[in-house]
């Protein structure tokens, strides 16, 4: 299994100022994911990260809007960039459990209220 | 979109009863799990079952998956307070990748004393 430390864990921030949120993994993994969670809605996914080149993004996000970071194989970063209300949300990160299921493993989230 | 459909939205039981929550699909898959959340908090993983599998036990929950329905359910057995909880199926493609999973609506599940 994999435990994965996120933080912060909440977070109010005012329009127009960005967060960065880190994800911690107690393991080596190749891919990290970052999904957005909007308020009573399923999860989305924002980008995957990989160790050494850019993140890539799905469609609908932009990496001038989500800038991620992945210096190692233990850590990433997602930044929320100039924020406004409609990015309040729920963001997590993920990593695949390679054990020889796809389960993902998640980290505890980070809630985002934008005022 | 390959995203699942959820029902019911919402689901309030007794302690005791049991609780199903369904899943369809659109597209084929490698295989469905379903995952728990706490209050806005991270998902915690509860069972996988794969494409050429039906049905699946993991103590009190048990999994079934129609591919010809492209339908799974998610009944769990002698509910407690400490279930309550959403609850999200998730489908993996079916193109060998081992990443992208896409998650459901969700079932918000309330079990009372």
């Known amino acids: 299994s994999a435990v994965i430390s996120q933080k912060p864990s909440r977070d109010i921030c005012q329009r127009g100022t960005s967060l960065t949120i880190q994800c911690q993994v107690d393991?080596?993994?190749?891919?990290m994911f970052w999904y957005r969670q909007q308020p009573g809605q399923s999860l989305t996914l924002i980008a995957t990260?990989?160790?050494?080149?850019?993140?890539?993004?799905e469609s609908g996000f932009v990496i001038d809007k989500f800038p991620i970071s992945r210096p190692n194989l233990t850590f990433s970063t997602l930044t929320v960039s100039n924020m406004s209300p409609e990015d309040s949300s729920i963001y997590l990160c993920?990593?695949?459990?390679?054990?020889?299921?796809?389960?993902?493993?998640f980290g505890s989230g980070t809630q985002l209220s934008v005022l | 979109s390959q995203q699942g459909e959820e029902d019911p939205q919402a689901l309030s039981i007794q302690e005791g009863e049991n609780a199903t929550m369904n899943c369809s699909y659109k597209?084929?898959?490698?295989?469905l799990q379903w995952y728990r959340q706490n209050s806005g908090r991270g998902l915690v993983h509860l069972i996988l079952?794969?494409?050429?599998?039906r049905e699946k036990h993991s103590g009190r929950l048990r999994v079934t998956l129609d591919t010809s329905k492209k339908s799974s359910s998610l009944l769990i057995t002698a509910s407690r307070a400490a279930d309550t909880a959403s609850y999200f199926c998730?489908?993996?493609?079916?193109?060998?990748?081992?990443?992208?999973?896409?998650f459901g609506t969700g079932t918000r599940l309330q079990v009372t004393l």
């Open positions: 993920s990593v695949v459990w390679t054990g020889g299921d796809e389960k993902l493993f």
């Open positions: 393991s080596q993994v190749t891919m």
């Open positions: 990260a990989n160790q050494g080149s850019e993140a890539t993004y």
């Open positions: 597209t084929s898959i490698n295989n």
């Open positions: 079952i794969r494409s050429n599998e």
């Open positions: 998730a489908t993996g493609p079916n193109t060998g990748t081992a990443s992208k999973l896409t």
